[in-house]
C-alpha cells in the first residue's frame, strides 16, 4: 500500500502527557497511527470513568492543540470482546490495515504476536505519573492532576463535570 | 399524564422490611411505584442467589400481604446491560414513563442525574440489619434471619428450598 | 404450593380485545396468570411498534379498567433469546412456577410440550380484526382500529404518539 | 505437527450420505478430518430443526456405523457470531489446527481465503437428494427421507421425535 | 461548549459522491460533522461487502482528497445494537456531543426526534446513481461505478479486492 | 435409548492425570461419557490459558494414547452463558442425552440437582497436585509439572509455546 501505519491501543482513562509523547514517538517511526481506544463500552466505573465518545473527543483536540497533523491519525473505538482469541480478528475489522503494534499490556502484545504481527514496545515518560490510575487517584483526593495531561483534556473533563462523576462513583452506596 | 410515577431499583436478594418501608414512603409521595428488579440474569451466586421469578413473586406476595393497593405498583426485571451509558434508556424502554428516581446507590444515581431525571434519597429504616448482604450472611451461618424479611418472603425462600441453595452455593468445591 | 397458574405469552403489539377475552379465560382455569411479554427488546419497527414499558401500561390499565383483580396476574417482559433450546428455561428463571401454558403459536407450543409441560389452546374471538397485524395496518392506512382495544390501549397509544410514529416508521427512506 | 487436519463445515439439518461421503473424500486426502457443526445454537425452526447435541449425536453414530475409525476426526459445534470478520478466528480457536478448508460454500470460502487459508472444493454426489432442504421438504410432505440418510441419522431423528417437530414447527400460528 | 456539531450516520457501503456533497453542506451549516459508521460489525454479505475499517478508510482518504479540513470531522464506527429504544444513547456515548442529527432514515429520525433531537433532512443529488445499492449492483454485474465514489474509494477497493469479493459473495453455493 | 450415558464438566486448564482417572472411573459405571469442555470462549488469561480448540486437543490424543475407545466418548465444548438458570438447558442443548451428572463443583451439582438431573460425586486422587491451579502454579515458577498430565498434553503445550504463553500473560504491564 505504500503507506505505513502502527497501532496504539490503550483505555485512555484519561488521554494523558504520556500517552501523547508516546504518540509522537510512533509517528517518528510510521506513516500513520492508529489510535485504538479500548474498552469502548466501559464508563461511569472508578478505573473507567469516561465514555468512548469523551475519550475521543479528548484526544482528538489533544492532538489538535499539539499540532500532530490530523490527516495522520486514525481514532478507533473498540469494544471489549468476550473472548481473547477473536480480539486480534476484532481489531483489524475495525481498523486501517496496520504493520506494526506499539504495545506495553501482555496480553496485547501475546495476542498479536501469536497472530503473527510484529510488536515493539517503546520507552515511556514518566510512568509513575504519567499513569491513568495515578491521575484519578489526584482527582478523587482532590491533588494536583492538571499538569499531567494535556489543556484540552482538562478542559474536556471540566465540560462534563467529570471529576464530580469520578467522585460519585467512589462514594458509599446510602441505601443497600 | 397526570399520574406521577416514581421508580425504585434494587437486586431484592431478598426483598427485606427495609425495601417494603422504602416503597411504602415512595407511596405517600408518588401515585404509583415501579419497582426495577436489578440483575434480573443473576442468580444462583452467593450474593444473587434468588432467580427473578423468585424475587418478583416474593415482592407481590409481600405487598399484597402489606395491604399495598395492587393497582399501585409495577415490578419490572431489568436485565444489566454491559454499558453504564445506555443503561438508563434501558429501564426507560421496560418502564412505564416516570418522573422521580428514588435511589441511594452512588451510580444509579450519578447516571439518572446525567440524563436529566430527578433524583431523590430517603432514609433508611435499621440499615444495618435489613441488609440483603446481612440476610444472605445468617442464611448461611444458620442464625435468625426470618424476623428481617415480610413472612411472604420467609415462605417463598422455604418453597424453593432456598436457604440450602445458598449454602451449597458457599461449599468449596472437591473435584477441582 | 396450592395456587395454580398458567402462562399465556404474546407480543401485545398491541393489547387487543381478543388478548383480555384470552387473560379472562384463563383465570376462569386457574388461580394467577402470568402474562409475558414477549420479544420484550423490539420496538420502533412497523411490527414491532411498541416498547415492553408502554405495552405493559397498556395491559396493567386495561385490566385494571375491565375489573380484573390486580392480585391475580403478573406482567413479565421477556427477551428474546437467540436460541430456542434455552427459551423455556429463560421463561421460567423470569416468571414465578406456573402449571399450564395456554398457547396456539406452534413454536411455543412445542418447545413447552418438549420441556414436559402442560400446554392448552383456547378458542379465540374474532380472529381476523382481534390481530395485531389487522390493527396495526388499520393504523398505518388510517382505518378504525380503536375499537378492537381496550380503551386503556388507545389512549397509551395516543399519549405516546404512537399512530404516528408507526406511519413514520411505514416510510420510504429519503436519503439512502 | 506432522499430522494433516482438513476441516469441513456445515449445518447438517440432518446429517445425510452426501455429507458422509464428503468426509469419506476428504479422509483420501488428510489424516484427521474436523467436522464443524455451524449455527449450533440453532434448533426448532423449520430449517433448523435439530438442537447441535442431535446433530453431534447423529454425525458420531453415522460415522461409527459406517466403519470411519474413529480416532481420525473431531465433531466441533460452532455458535454463529454476528461479525463475519471474526469468524474465521472463532473457527480457530474452538478447532485443533487445520490446513486446508473443504468448502463449497461461498461465504465460507472468501472468509477462508481472506484469511490466507487453503480452500478446496470436493466434487458432490447426487446435490438434487443429497440435500438438507430437500430432506426437511420430504418430512413435512410425508415422503420418502430415510433413504437419503445414514441409518443411525433416521434413528436419532426417530428417538427424538424429529418428524412431529418439524411439521409441528411448520404449522400456522392459532393464536396470532 | 461553544462548537456546533451535527452527526450523519450512514452505512457507506460504499462511501460515494452523494454521501462526499451530504458532508460538505453539513459542513456549511456547523463547526464540526460527525460520520458515523452505521451497522460497523457488518461485512461480508451482499448487502455490507465492506469491513468497518475499509469503510473508515474510504471516508478519511476520501475527505482528504476533496480538502475537507481534517480538523473539523470526527468518523465513528457504530455497532448495531439489538434494541432500537437503547440506539440514541448508544451512539451518544460513543460520539463527540452534537446538536442536529441530519437523516433521511425514517427509523434514525424517529428515534432521535423521541429523544428530544432536532433532524434535519438535506436535498439529495442524483438520488438514483448516488446509492450503495445501485453501485453494488453495478459491481457484481460489471458495469461502470467508479464515476460514482471519490477516487479514494476506488482506490481502496481495489486495494483489498472488493469486487471480487463481492461477486463472489453473490454466488450460489455448490455444496449445500 | 438402551445407552446410559454420564456428563463430567469441567475447564481442563489444562487436563491432566486426575481428569484421566476421572474419566477412566466414570465409564466403568456407564456406557458413554461426555467430557463438557467449560467457559470454552476463554483462553489467554492466567486462569484460562487455552483455548477450546487446544483443550479438545489435548483430552482427544490422551485417551487416545491411554487406551480409551473413541466410540465411547465425546468432547462437547460448552461456552460460559450470563444467567446459571438457563446453564443446563444450554448444555443439554449442545450434548447428547445423559442419565448422570459427575460432579464436585457446588454450582454445577446445585444447577443439574434442581434441573432434575442424578448428580454424583466420585472421588478424586491426589487432589493437591492433580489440579489445575497447581499445574499452573508450576508452570509459571519453572518447576516440573510434566509429570502431572498425559504425555499428549505435556505435547500439545510445547507445540502451542504454552508455558511461554502463561508466564508472558502474569508479566506486569509495562506501558499503563
Known amino acids: 500500500m505504500g503507506i505505513k ?8 482513562q484519561p488521554f494523558h ?8 514517538m510512533v509517528l517518528e517511526r510510521v506513516d500513520e497511527v492508529i489510535i485504538g481506544l479500548g474498552s469502548a463500552q466501559a464508563s461511569h466505573t472508578p478505573s473507567d470513568p ?3 465518545g469523551e475519550r475521543l473527543l ?11 497533523p490530523p490527516g495522520r491519525y486514525y481514532i478507533i473505538p473498540i469494544p471489549d470482546v468476550n473472548n481473547h482469541s477473536i480480539w ?3 481489531v483489524v475489522s475495525l481498523s486501517p ?11 496485547t502484545r501475546r495476542l498479536f504476536q501469536e497472530a503473527g504481527y510484529k510488536v515493539e514496545t517503546l520507552p515511556l515518560v514518566k510512568r509513575e505519573e504519567y499513569s491513568g490510575t495515578e491521575i484519578r ?4 483526593e482532590d ?13 474536556t473533563i471540566h465540560e462534563v463535570d467529570g471529576v464530580t462523576r469520578l467522585r460519585q462513583l467512589h462514594q458509599t452506596d446510602v441505601t443497600r
Open 5 to 12: 501505519r502502527g497501532i496504539v491501543i490503550g483505555r485512555y
Open 17 to 24: 502527557l504520556g500517552h501523547l509523547a508516546l504518540i509522537k
Open 50 to 52: 469516561f465514555t468512548a
Open 58 to 68: 479528548m484526544i482528538h483536540k489533544s492532538l489538535e492543540e499539539s499540532g500532530v
Open 88 to 90: 486480534v480478528a476484532h
Open 97 to 107: 490495515p496496520f504493520e506494526v503494534v506499539y504495545a506495553g499490556n501482555p496480553l
Open 137 to 140: 487517584r489526584r482527582m478523587v
Open 143 to 155: 491533588e494536583e492532576w492538571e499538569n499531567l495531561v494535556p489543556r484540552a483534556v482538562a478542559r
